[in-house]
């Protein structure tokens, strides 16, 4: 986030530092403008032509910098000097213009340079032209500052925006971290109501997300709870009855007793089977009204389930979805799942 942040403020930066830039140039250049109009304004035609009036000790006082060297030179149309630096010459002014800037070279050094072009006047017969040129000591010095004054004070203020964002997302996490550390030392037992810190709106909600799922879980293994409890003293009964049947029945020698007990132990599971399938279509009825499917019950063993629910009449020795021996299975899978999830 810092970093785009960051990458525009430096563009606003520089874009205000070359506007500033700018504007300077045009200071500096309208100021060596005006030393060419000075000149120019002690230029009349004298006994010899045109001649500077000024010596050179009012010319050094009238081009007089205290940083850049100043150099001119006075010359005819066609070049042939009137006074000043010998080979200093600049791009002259196209388009009818008076004057014109331009950077030249000279004697090695780079030079700002103005061309000012004097057409003839009352007194001078013959058009002339000035030449002012000026190192740029000044200029890069206020580019310099410039560059200073607009980016210090910009990275000092992003410096201190970086502290105080990340002062304020630490202080707005610390209660995320709080929570995380909280949820992990939590037992899997443990589903009571953790405690939200209400500094942001949006942790506010989270907290209410996880209690109000901790809630539904609470209900849920109750229900689930409940309902083994349910099963398991519903089965015990019939269970122990076909146990002391089958019991008696080994502890008989007469065939006939045999009969008549598989016949007792056949009625039993009947109604154990009737008891089962309606425990089942209990717990279909609450897995619907609630919208949820059970992740431990197997398809395959669901399917016995359906053939069960039709084939409860089915003798134990016959192989077929709906004996005695698969129920058992089916019902003992099903506790066992249960009391997991519980």
């Known amino acids: 986030m810092l970093v785009p942040l960051a990458l525009t403020w ?42 500077l009036l000024l010596t050179p000790r009012e010319v050094a006082t009238v081009l007089f910098d205290q940083v850049d060297k100043v150099y001119f030179s006075v010359q005819r149309l066609d070049g042939v000097l009137i006074s000043g630096q010998a080979g200093l010459k ?25 061309v000012l072009e004097h057409d003839a006047e009352p007194g001078i017969a013959m058009p002339y032209r000035v030449v002012i040129a000026q190192t740029t000591l000044s200029r ?15 990275i000092l203020l992003l410096v201190l925006l970086a502290v105080w964002l990340w002062y304020s997302i630490r202080s707005d996490l610390r209660p995320l971290g709080e929570l995380q550390q909280t949820l992990d030392r939590r037992d899997v037992r443990d589903l009571s109501p953790v ?10 909600r989270l907290g209410n997300a996880v209690n109000s799922l901790f809630e539904r879980l609470v209900h849920s293994l109750r229900a689930q709870r409940e309902f083994v409890g349910n099963v398991a003293h519903e089965l015990r009964t019939p ?3 076909i146990r002391a049947l089958a019991e008696y029945g080994l502890a008989q020698h007469d065939t006939t007793v045999w009969r008549e007990q598989l016949e007792r132990v056949s009625e039993r599971q009947a109604r154990a089977s009737h008891l089962i399938d309606q425990l089942l279509a209990l717990a279909l009825a ?8 059970s992740a431990h ?26 004996t005695w021996r698969a129920r058992m299975r089916v019902v003992s899978t099903w506790v066992r799942a249960a009391s997991t999830m519980a």
């Open 10 to 51: 430096m563009v606003g930066a520089v874009i205000a530092l070359v506007i500033a830039n700018y504007f300077s140039e045009q200071a500096f250049d309208r100021g060596m403008l005006d030393d060419a109009y000075a000149l120019s304004a002690n230029v009349q035609a004298g006994e010899r032509g045109i001649e």
């Open 90 to 114: 600049a791009p002259l002014p196209v388009d009818g213009a008076r004057y014109r800037f331009s950077d030249v070279d000279y004697e090695g050094n780079t030079l700002r340079a103005v």
């Open 140 to 154: 890069t010095a206020l580019v310099r500052q410039l560059l200073g004054y607009a980016l210090a004070p910009q």
């Open 195 to 204: 405690a939200v810190a209400h500094t942001s709106r949006e942790l506010q």
């Open 239 to 241: 269970l122990a009855g």
């Open 286 to 293: 609450e897995e619907a009204r609630t919208g949820r499917r």
């Open 297 to 322: 019950w197997p398809k395959k063993r669901a399917r016995v389930w359906s053939a069960c629910r039709y084939g409860s009449t089915c003798w134990p020795s016959r192989r077929c979805c709906g």
